[in-house]
């Protein structure tokens, strides 16, 4: 079966960066996108960005632009997303989820997300 | 500020009909980009409910619909369980601002 299988929880300063992964497992690694999204205490979800584990490519939101890399690990099956420069409104849980990939005869991408991890809680705190 | 928008709150008694709506714009819905649904319960991560405005995932209940009127969608929830109490949202692409995924800011479904 699917999952989405995420690190643990992260307490940092203001300043600090943190990385967060996500491993999943029950499909062929590369053939779906795997998208990030956060959600602060009490607020909605927040999309921050996409990764084509496939070849590597991202695509982050404005908002995000300057301060979050995804990466990936195609030995280990693994996403990674890094967030730097926290500051206390960062506080939040992050998740990853899977993304089905359409393509057409020129390009492709990704529309909903399938599958998601069980969340990792990033506390940033002085 | 949400791109898309959906009502804060709902609510309804056990049996009951309900629906949530999610309001576009010619960016998203209208720009021919779907509307996706996913349930929150409490404590948990989310979970894909509709897709592509009317599919329903394997496992999900046929009391859970989606539909489509302009830039708009809605979700409706028939036959009403204390179960299904929970965080709605939508969610669809937005050409806007570079184009990104957007989420509506969600709804809180209450069951009396």
């Known amino acids: 079966q699917v999952q989405l299988v995420q690190s643990g929880a992260e307490v940092k300063k203001p300043g600090a960066s943190v990385k967060v992964s996500c491993r999943p497992s029950g499909y062929t690694f590369t053939s779906y996108y795997i998208h990030w999204v956060r959600q602060a205490p009490g607020q909605g979800l927040e999309w921050m960005g996409v990764?084509?584990?496939?070849?590597?490519?991202?695509s982050h939101a404005q908002k995000f632009q300057d301060r979050v890399t995804m990466t990936r690990d195609t030995s280990t099956s693994t996403v990674y997303m890094e967030l730097s420069s926290l500051r206390s409104e960062d506080t939040a849980v992050y998740y990853c989820?899977?993304?089905?990939?359409?393509?057409?005869?020129?390009?492709?991408?990704?529309?909903?997300?399938?599958?998601w991890g069980q969340g990792t809680l990033v506390t940033v705190s002085p | 500020q949400s791109v898309l928008t959906q009502p804060p709150s709902v609510s309804g008694a056990p049996g009951q009909r309900v629906t949530i709506s999610c309001t576009g714009s010619?960016?998203?819905?209208?720009?021919?980009?779907?509307i996706h649904w996913y349930q929150q319960l409490p404590r948990t991560a989310p979970k894909l409910l509709i897709y592509?405005?009317?599919n329903r995932p394997s496992g999900v209940p046929d009391r859970f619909s989606g539909s489509k009127s302009g830039t708009s969608a809605s979700l409706a929830i028939t036959g009403l369980q204390a179960e299904d109490e929970a965080d709605y949202y939508c969610q669809s692409y937005d050409t806007s601002l570079s184009g990104s995924w957007v989420f509506g800011g969600g709804t809180k479904l209450t069951v009396l």
């Open positions: 592509d405005y009317t």
């Open positions: 010619s960016s998203n819905i209208g720009a021919g980009f779907a």
């Open positions: 990764i084509n584990p496939g070849g590597g490519s991202t």
């Open positions: 989820a899977r993304g089905p990939q359409y393509c057409t005869s020129t390009t492709c991408s990704t529309y909903y997300l399938d599958y």
